[in-house]
């Protein structure tokens, strides 16, 4: 009954770029509660679609003949049943977020809850939009989808999946967003990231990644001192769980050097690619975190030092927002490194990111002596980056810097 829902939203056209056509704010999930009262000037001009925004994603009351404007009866049943709507002297509220991703739904705890709490499972936040987006859709035979709060990851691998959350909760919505969206084939288990057991072709992750001193305890996002703790214990067993040309994928929030301490996580047999968003320093990534925690006003300078105390204990100068890749190589290709920079994505790019991959771990391999490599841009017809002719670059190096950036093709491509 759950899929009515999904049915409706998509025939509402509840999807990413209508919410920040609305919204005015790309990408939408970077919506703040403080700016209610000028998201409500916009979403009240947008009829059915306006009030779907309003009511799964800033928490705003309707009444009753405002729902059915977007939900038919049989949603607004199935919504009930779940426990989701909270009637209140304005109408009726949402308990819960949807957001729509790729194509599908995913319903999560509300991000504008005023008080946090332990086992609020997340909602799709930035990181979680950079995982979708990034990851290459390949044909995968087998997924494992670690720490999976919503269950988006593994419900948006496409293929039979195994999703793993410490999370009771998480695992609930998991199993709901697999109905709400007609997905069968993904299982979701309550365990610490680290029980999961089998061989996988594709690994997902989005740990809890945020540094904090003890006695934090929000599961979706205390990563301990380090903010690595889960990061670092998943990425040490990756060879256990991935096969030869499999794919490790994770977002995350990180200490500068992150690649460095995966090489030295990982050893040797493993190609690392890094593409870096946005850095903050320290002061406000602890303040804006201490604001959106449950701390008293009044509480939060001695909480600021407090946080800035284990910072300076475990080293940590500034954070990096990032996406994260590591391949199991095959025998043959050297190890490979590679870091760039890109903009917060802003849709689907898991095509581009999985041909890039497999730029770097061709020409990390041996290659015929024969081909001729081709310039990709048209507007730059046979000459490389120096201005000569590609025929005559025969510096090995140049034409693997070259093929790393995909400027130039590979012997495996026609
Ligand atoms: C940042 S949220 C990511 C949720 C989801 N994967 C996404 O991208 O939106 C981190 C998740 O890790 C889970 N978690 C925290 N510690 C864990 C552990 N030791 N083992 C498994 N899951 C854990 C939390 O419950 C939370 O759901």
Same mark, same amino acid.
């Given at each position: 009954?759950?899929?009515?829902?999904?049915?409706?939203?998509?025939?509402?056209?509840?999807?990413?770029?209508? %919410?920040?056509?609305?919204?005015?704010?790309?990408?939408?999930?970077?919506?703040?509660?403080?700016?209610?009262?000028?998201?409500?000037?916009?979403?009240?001009?947008?009829?059915?679609?306006?009030?779907?925004?309003?009511?799964?994603?800033?928490?705003?009351? %309707?009444?009753?003949?405002?729902?059915?404007?977007?939900?038919?009866?049989?949603?607004?049943?199935?919504?009930?049943?779940?426990?989701?709507? &909270? !009637?209140?002297?304005?109408?009726?509220?949402?308990?819960?977020?949807? =957001?729509?991703?790729?194509?599908?739904?995913?319903?999560?705890?509300?991000?504008?809850? %005023?008080?946090?709490?332990?086992?609020?499972?997340?909602?799709?936040?930035?990181?979680?939009?950079?995982?979708? =987006?990034?990851?290459?859709?390949?044909?995968?035979?087998?997924?494992?989808?670690?720490?999976?709060?919503?269950?988006?990851?593994?419900?948006?691998?496409?293929?039979?999946?195994?999703?793993?959350?410490?999370?009771?909760?998480?695992?609930?919505?998991?199993?709901?967003?697999?109905?709400?969206?007609?997905?069968?084939?993904?299982?979701?288990?309550?365990?610490?990231?680290? &029980?999961?057991?089998?061989?996988?072709?594709?690994?997902? %992750?989005?740990?809890?990644?945020?540094?904090?001193?003890?006695?934090?305890?929000?599961?979706?996002? #205390?990563?301990?001192?380090?903010?690595?703790?889960? #990061?670092?214990?998943?990425?040490?067993?990756?060879?256990?769980?991935?096969?030869?040309?499999?794919?490790?994928?994770?977002? #995350?929030?990180?200490?500068?050097?992150?690649?460095?301490?995966?090489?030295?996580?990982?050893?040797?047999?493993?190609?690392?690619?890094?593409?870096?968003?946005?850095?903050?320093?320290?002061?406000? =990534?602890?303040?804006?975190?201490?604001?959106?925690?449950?701390?008293?006003?009044?509480?939060?300078?001695?909480?600021?030092?407090?946080?800035?105390?284990?910072?300076?204990?475990?080293?940590?100068?500034?954070?990096?927002?990032?996406?994260?890749?590591?391949?199991?190589?095959?025998?043959?290709?050297?190890?490979?490194?590679?870091?760039?920079?890109?903009?917060?994505?802003?849709?689907?790019?898991?095509?581009?990111?999985?041909?890039?991959?497999?730029?770097?771990?061709?020409?990390?391999? !041996?290659?015929?002596?024969?081909?001729?490599?081709?310039?990709?841009? !048209? &507007?730059?017809?046979?000459?490389?980056?120096?201005?000569? !002719?590609?025929?005559?670059?025969?510096?090995?190096?140049?034409?693997?810097?070259?093929?790393?950036?995909?400027?130039? #093709?590979?012997?495996?491509?026609?």
């Amino acid at each position: 009954m759950i899929e009515s829902v999904a049915a409706r939203m998509a025939k509402l056209g509840y999807v990413e770029s209508a %919410l920040e056509d609305i919204l005015q704010v790309r990408p939408f999930t970077f919506r703040r509660s403080i700016h209610q009262p000028a998201y409500r000037r916009r979403w009240r001009k947008h009829g059915p679609l306006g009030l779907a925004v309003a009511f799964f994603l800033l928490q705003e009351s %309707l009444s009753l003949e405002e729902l059915r404007q977007l939900l038919d009866d049989e949603s607004i049943a199935a919504l009930h049943m779940q426990g989701f709507l &909270e !009637p209140n002297r304005l109408g009726i509220r949402s308990k819960v977020d949807l =957001y729509p991703c790729m194509g599908a739904y995913f319903f999560t705890d509300s991000a504008f809850e %005023l008080q946090p709490w332990p086992e609020q499972v997340y909602w799709l936040g930035g990181d979680s939009y950079t995982l979708a =987006y990034c990851t290459p859709r390949r044909a995968y035979s087998k997924a494992l989808d670690l720490c999976s709060g919503s269950g988006i990851h593994a419900l948006l691998a496409g293929c039979p999946a195994l999703g793993m959350d410490i999370n009771a909760r998480a695992i609930e919505f998991g199993r709901l967003n697999a109905a709400l969206n007609g997905i069968s084939g993904v299982e979701f288990a309550q365990g610490d990231c680290c &029980e999961a057991a089998g061989r996988y072709d594709l690994v997902t %992750l989005n740990p809890p990644f945020v540094p904090t001193p003890e006695g934090v305890a929000e599961l979706y996002r #205390t990563g301990g001192g380090s903010g690595e703790g889960v #990061t670092e214990r998943v990425v040490r067993k990756l060879a256990d769980w991935l096969r030869p040309g499999g794919l490790f994928s994770m977002a #995350t929030e990180a200490p500068d050097g992150a690649l460095q301490r995966m090489r030295s996580w990982l050893g040797p047999g493993w190609g690392l690619a890094e593409l870096k968003k946005f850095e903050f320093p320290i002061e406000d =990534y602890i303040f804006s975190n201490i604001l959106s925690s449950a701390t008293p006003p009044d509480q939060q300078e001695a909480e600021y030092d407090r946080w800035l105390d284990s910072y300076e204990a475990f080293g940590i100068q500034k954070m990096v927002s990032a996406q994260y890749f590591a391949v199991r190589l095959a025998a043959g290709c050297a190890d490979w490194q590679c870091s760039r920079e890109i903009p917060h994505p802003s849709g689907p790019q898991g095509e581009h990111w999985g041909k890039w991959l497999e730029a770097l771990n061709t020409w990390n391999s !041996p290659w015929p002596e024969d081909f001729v490599p081709r310039l990709r841009e !048209p &507007e730059r017809p046979g000459f490389s980056e120096q201005g000569k !002719p590609l025929g005559q670059i025969e510096d090995r190096e140049s034409l693997k810097a070259l093929g790393e950036q995909m400027l130039i #093709t590979h012997w495996n491509e026609k």
